[in-house]
């Protein structure tokens, strides 16, 4: 379909909304149906027309505990939709769904927080005591993760959706993706002594700033105050 269509329909759809003169409001609106009538555009078409769609690869097979916290947090800070889906053949793939710009800057977010946190993860692995086991070693680093994520969560708000908004993005997934599903994440050594390494993780992620990217400049912000 045209975006440019439905670019115009839109306008004319906000014009009608917005206009103080009755008159200039049913034009509007009348304009806006006559093109949606002429090019067989149906509401659902309007509505989606406002939906992004981001992708990003990424180089997990399977959601760990620590990945799942961290699109979570990107779910509640941009107020997006993510969709994960794997190949035998391909690296992993993160779908980032939402109203435009949304999905853009939780991709643009999400690829610097990952980047850090994988870093972060290895550098606290590598601090602990060599007699360790390696699974420990791996739960300690995971739990450590989490308490990162966790951290940084505590000092941002979440982004606030319509409910039009909600609906719109709800009936999006359904139609784009029929047959969704929700997967376990991987949660490794339950039993390894980790309580430390999840203090130890809060404590860090609480020095990192998140902030919300709108252009450029937030852009470099971001890479600044996360250190990238």
Avoid at 24 to 33: D, G, K
Avoid at 48 to 54: A, I, P, W
Avoid at 84 to 106: D, H, R, T
């Amino acid at each position: 379909m045209d975006s440019r269509i439905l670019k115009k329909v839109r306008q004319c759809l906000a014009l009608a909304k917005q206009a103080t003169n009755e008159h200039e409001a049913a034009a509007a609106m009348r304009q806006a149906q006559n093109l949606m009538r002429k090019h067989k555009i149906s509401e659902s078409d309007i509505d989606f027309s406002y939906v992004q769609h981001e992708r990003v690869e990424t180089d997990c097979k399977k959601v760990v505990s620590y990945h799942a916290a961290l699109l979570h947090l990107i779910k509640r800070v941009f107020g997006v939709r993510f969709v994960m889906s794997s190949s035998l053949f391909s690296n992993s793939e993160v779908s980032f769904i939402g109203i435009n710009p949304q999905p853009e800057l939780a991709k643009y977010c999400y690829e610097v927080l990952w980047t850090k946190l994988k870093q972060t993860r290895q550098e606290y692995v590598k601090q602990q005591p060599k007699q360790c086991k390696r699974a420990t070693k791996v739960a300690r680093g995971d739990r450590f993760a989490e308490g990162w994520v966790f951290g940084i969560a505590r000092t941002v708000e979440e982004f606030a959706l319509s409910e039009k908004e909600t609906s719109i993005i709800e009936r999006y997934l359904a139609q784009e993706f029929p047959d969704l599903t929700s997967s376990a994440t991987l949660k490794r050594g339950k039993k390894a002594n980790t309580k430390k390494a999840v203090l130890d993780g809060i404590a860090a992620g609480r020095q990192e700033s998140l902030h919300r990217p709108v252009n450029g400049q937030e852009h470099q912000k971001l890479n600044h105050n996360l250190g990238a």
